[in-house]
């Protein structure tokens, strides 16, 4: 069987303005980097990567929405993928999620196999790590 082909560093936000940054940031420190604003509500991804950070914007979307980029981010990671879970309630619907949710969303809206807690970033969100 023929090995499918994995995208190399790439970074989506859907604000132009932090794209910009982005692109001007790796532009100094000489990385190859293609970043590209990018709508998860309105867009599927069609690469695949080995690893996929998806930090701190699952609080941005709705319920319809977090499902739909639930499934965008577990069908684009080959090998792990990294979320990083907002605690300080939703953008959009003023909820609060616990990590036990979030463990509850990723068993029952991604296929990967092994989903555990694995820290908390600087802001003492929790760091989940998706494995197959
Ligand atoms: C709290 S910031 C986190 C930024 C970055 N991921 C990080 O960890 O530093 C949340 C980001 O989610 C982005 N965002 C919100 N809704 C989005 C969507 N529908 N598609 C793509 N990005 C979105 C916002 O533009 C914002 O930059």
Same mark, same amino acid.
């Given at each position: 069987m023929q090995e499918e082909k994995c995208q190399e560093d790439s970074g989506i936000d859907k604000d132009k303005n932090l794209i910009e940054c982005a692109i001007e940031i790796a532009r100094i420190f000489d990385l190859e980097i293609e970043y590209r604003t990018f709508d998860i509500k309105d867009e599927e991804i069609s690469e695949r990567f080995d690893y996929v950070f998806f930090l701190n914007? *699952?609080?941005?979307?709705d319920e319809k929405n977090k499902i739909r980029a639930l499934r965008n981010v577990d069908r684009i990671t080959m090998k792990r993928l990294f979320f990083e879970a907002p605690i300080?309630?939703?953008?959009?619907?003023e909820t609060y999620l616990t990590t036990e949710d979030y463990l509850s969303y990723f068993r029952g809206f991604?296929? *990967?196999t092994n989903i555990s807690l694995v820290g908390y970033s600087d802001f003492n969100r929790p760091i989940l790590l998706c494995e197959r």
């Open positions: 914007v *699952f609080h941005h979307l300080g309630g939703d953008i959009v619907s991604t296929t *990967f």
